[in-house]
């Protein structure tokens, strides 16, 4: 049976703007939503667990104008570029989604591979967290969980720096070399790389459509409400500050 949710569509926010409207909706929404959105300026998003030391090449961070939040769901670090890709976020009712966590994940994953089917592109499920295309991840995905409700928020890659993604993230075993650059390069894909010539609108687009057919959403465009709007300038603040960024959990 098909369910009414709202659609969201923002332009392109910073890492705290962007990340305290995915928590207020989170914590004050009251109808299923789904957001798409862009991040400006480029932005490393780190896992709610995740050392920020160990993860994040920090002066080269800053040497590139790259700025760095911390998230509140869980996965690993992201790097968000303006123009590289389409950030998506689903926040509903738990019980939409019955089953493990594991289920939720895949149930909510199968929107993203739909919509790369709308592309041209046969993409598969692996593991948790990720969508692939021929062994090459091209989305991942983190989740958090409140008052009985589900934040997923992911990537779909479009066209990528990959040389600044894995100059800034550091990856286990992953040396900054030729060499290095060349084996980063066979562990992600874009749309780019597999000759996918799309705008972001379009890419946007088929999101949505993707999204509405697996998770049979009736999309109405919406926008934040009042509380939402007024939660989320309270959140960045938090976000903003080098004690969130800098916490360990």
């Given at each position: 049976m098909r369910g009414e949710w709202r659609l969201l569509v923002h332009g392109p926010l910073?890492?705290?703007?962007?990340?305290?409207?995915?928590?207020?909706?989170?914590?004050?929404?009251?109808?299923?939503?789904?957001r798409l959105y862009t991040w400006s300026p480029t932005t490393v998003s780190i896992g709610y667990f995740q050392s920020l030391?160990?993860?994040?090449?920090?002066?080269?961070?800053?040497r590139r104008g790259i700025a760095v939040v911390r998230r509140v769901s869980g996965g690993g670090a992201v790097m968000h570029q303006e123009l590289?890709?389409?950030?998506?976020?689903?926040?509903?009712?738990?019980?939409?989604f019955p089953g493990s966590i594991r289920d939720s994940y895949r149930r909510i994953l199968s929107g993203i591979v739909e919509a790369l089917r709308l592309l041209g592109?046969?993409?598969e499920i692996q593991g948790f967290q990720d969508v692939v295309v021929?062994?090459?991840?091209?989305?991942?995905?983190?989740?958090?969980?409140?008052?009985?409700?589900?934040?997923?928020?992911?990537?779909?890659?479009?066209?990528?720096?990959?040389?600044a993604m894995f100059s800034v993230l550091r990856v286990p075993g992953l040396k900054l070399s030729d060499k290095g650059l060349r084996e980063a390069r066979k562990r992600v894909t874009s749309l780019y790389d597999l000759n996918v010539d799309v705008s972001?609108?379009?890419?946007?687009?088929?999101?949505?459509?993707?999204?509405?057919?697996?998770?049979?959403?009736?999309l109405q465009e919406d926008h934040l409400t009042p509380g939402e709007e007024k939660k989320a300038e309270e959140l960045v603040i938090k976000y903003e500050s080098e004690e969130w960024l800098r916490k360990r959990p």
């Open positions: 910073t890492g705290p703007e962007n990340m305290a409207v995915d928590e207020s909706l989170l914590l004050e929404a009251e109808m299923p939503t789904l030391s160990e993860t994040v090449n920090l002066a080269e961070a800053e590289g890709e389409v950030t998506y976020s689903v926040v509903a009712p738990v019980e939409l592109v046969e993409a021929g062994g090459r991840k091209i989305s991942g995905s983190a989740q958090a969980r409140k008052r009985g409700w589900i934040l997923q928020h992911g990537t779909l890659l479009v066209d990528p720096d990959v040389e972001l609108a379009d890419v946007q687009g088929a999101l949505i459509e993707g999204f509405s057919r697996a998770l049979e959403m009736d």
